[in-house]
């Protein structure tokens, strides 16, 4: 057995591959395939060659984010501890409205992407989109083209693995990722001491849900899974809009956001991303959350109204990048203090508060964890010591079930 595929083996086996498809780009003879479970899984399709093992080795080491996630230097600006590093901060929406309306919350994204193309800035950019020929599935595409921009907006609650694709390290190319997308691509392009890398662009992600937690809410909407489908969106068309499907019969089934992602789709998320350091895309040069309106208590009400983004420029090149695009009218942007984006953001401050805690109680059940760097996870989950305590021991029960049900 080659080492490659050793090191690959155990970030799978342990749980902590969160499913990028990195791997896939340093070695093309993986390819990323559902599992099981439902996620995203690199698979062997072609041999390695013997001679780029080792080669391939060193690189997987420095880049899979199931083994290490760094958190980037800073750029300069402002700093809020759940958030990272900030140039500058603003709430911002697509100026069009049909891509606003379309987009999973301000369309900025979309419209970002549309804008580095059309005024050249970039020759390519890679996203994810609903498949045409099984819309139930997502995949890698070229967005921008013909035959994808129907359906390129808005958030997928699905496994996609966006790294993999031959592109996205290219210099004269966007990527739109995961956060753990943004931070495999940025390490590997680090660790290739690239001049040039391609601009990367992310979202806040609270999770990558299960592929049959999709197939599932379909079945209780009424939609078999023999039924083709025409359309399947997550969200978009309003914000937050609906989880909507349509099959080619013309049978149609919705659901709130509400219902879709806090009932079926949230609760079946990997392991991976119920320990991720940075939901808030620290690596990218550019990212985007919902900026929520919210109850007294901070959490979000879904209210469904037009489109806003929380954005965040993490880079001067992110920074130059926005300011650029507000200039040319393709994005309107105010500034905005980080401040009101973490205390709109409960999930993303309340997971990297107790994240310390909940990888000790895995370790102390005998799981490897990833290493995450220069997060200051210990000071964060220090502050509030009782909490720690009870995550650290529910992460341990959960744990060593874990374990028990694996040796069945
Ligand atoms: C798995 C997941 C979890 C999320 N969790 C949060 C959260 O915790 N908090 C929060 O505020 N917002 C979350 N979002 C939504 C995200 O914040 C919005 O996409 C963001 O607000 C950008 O909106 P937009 O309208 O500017 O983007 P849009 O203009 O709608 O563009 C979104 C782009 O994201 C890309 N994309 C969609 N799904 C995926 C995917 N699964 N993998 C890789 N790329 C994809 C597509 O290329 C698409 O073009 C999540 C989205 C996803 C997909
Ligand atoms: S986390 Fe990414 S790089 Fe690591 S094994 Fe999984 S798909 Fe491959």
């Given at each position: 057995m080659k080492e490659f595929d050793n090191a690959v083996r155990a970030v799978v086996s342990s749980g902590n591959c969160s499913g990028c498809g990195a791997c896939a780009l340093i070695d093309p003879?993986?390819?990323?395939?559902?599992?099981?479970?439902?996620?995203?899984?690199?698979?062997?399709?072609?041999?390695?060659?013997?001679?780029?093992?080792?080669?391939?080795?060193?690189?997987?080491?420095?880049?899979?984010?199931?083994?290490?996630?760094?958190r980037p230097d800073s750029s300069g600006g402002d700093f809020e501890a759940s958030l990272?590093?900030?140039?500058?901060?603003?709430?911002?929406?697509?100026v069009d409205s049909e891509t606003r309306f379309r987009g999973s919350s301000g369309g900025v994204l979309s419209a970002l992407s549309d804008w580095l193309l059309s005024s050249g800035r970039t020759a390519k950019v890679i996203g994810a989109a609903a498949d045409t020929a099984e819309p139930r599935r997502t995949v890698v595409v070229q967005l921008g083209m013909p035959t994808v921009r129907e359906r390129q907006s808005s958030s997928r609650?699905?496994?996609?693995?966006?790294?993999?694709?031959?592109?996205?390290?290219?210099?004269?190319?966007?990527?739109?990722?995961?956060?753990?997308?943004?931070a495999a691509l940025k390490q590997l392009s680090d660790f290739r001491q690239l001049e040039n890398r391609p601009l990367l662009l992310s979202f806040f992600c609270a999770g990558v849900p299960?592929?049959?937690?999709?197939?599932?809410?379909?079945?209780e909407l009424g939609i078999p899974d023999e039924s083709p489908l025409r359309t399947l969106r997550y969200r978009g068309h309003g914000w937050p809009g609906?989880?909507?499907?349509?099959?080619v019969d013309g049978v149609a089934a919705a659901t709130s956001y509400e219902e879709s992602w806090?009932?079926?789709?949230?609760?079946?998320?990997?392991?991976?991303?119920?320990?991720?350091?940075?939901?808030?895309?620290?690596?990218?040069?550019?990212?985007?959350?919902?900026?929520?309106?919210?109850?007294?208590?901070?959490?979000?009400?879904?209210?469904?109204?037009?489109?806003?983004?929380a954005l965040i420029a993490r880079t001067r090149r992110g920074h130059e990048t926005i300011v650029a695009a507000m200039k040319a009218n393709a994005i309107h942007a105010e500034p905005l203090d980080l401040r009101e984006i973490s205390s709109i953001q409960p999930y993303q401050v309340e997971r990297r508060?107790?994240?310390?805690?909940?990888?000790?109680?895995?370790?102390?059940?005998?799981?490897?964890?990833?290493?995450?760097?220069?997060?200051?996870?210990?000071?964060?989950?220090?502050?509030?010591?009782v909490r720690s305590a009870r995550y650290a021991y529910g992460s341990f029960r959960r744990s060593l079930a874990e374990t028990r049900n694996a040796r069945r």
């Open positions: 003879g993986l390819r990323m395939s559902l599992d099981n479970a439902g996620f995203n899984r690199p698979i062997r399709v072609t041999e390695l060659d013997p001679s780029q093992d080792a080669r391939a080795t060193e690189e997987f080491r420095a880049t899979c984010p199931g083994l290490v996630v760094r990272g590093w900030a140039v500058s901060s603003w709430r911002a929406w697509a609650y699905a496994p996609v693995s966006v790294a993999e694709n031959e592109s996205s390290l290219d210099a004269d190319v966007a990527v739109i990722g995961k956060p753990c997308e943004a299960s592929q049959w937690a999709t197939d599932r809410l379909l079945s609906e989880f909507y499907a349509e099959t806090g009932k079926q789709l949230g609760p079946s998320m990997q392991w991976r991303c119920k320990v991720c350091p940075d939901g808030v895309g620290e690596s990218a040069d550019i990212v985007a959350g919902d900026f929520w309106t919210t109850d007294e208590r901070g959490y979000p009400t879904f209210e469904e109204g037009a489109g806003v983004s508060e107790t994240l310390w805690a909940r990888l000790v109680g895995r370790r102390l059940a005998g799981w490897r964890t990833p290493s995450f760097r220069g997060y200051g996870l210990m000071r964060l989950a220090a502050a509030r010591p």
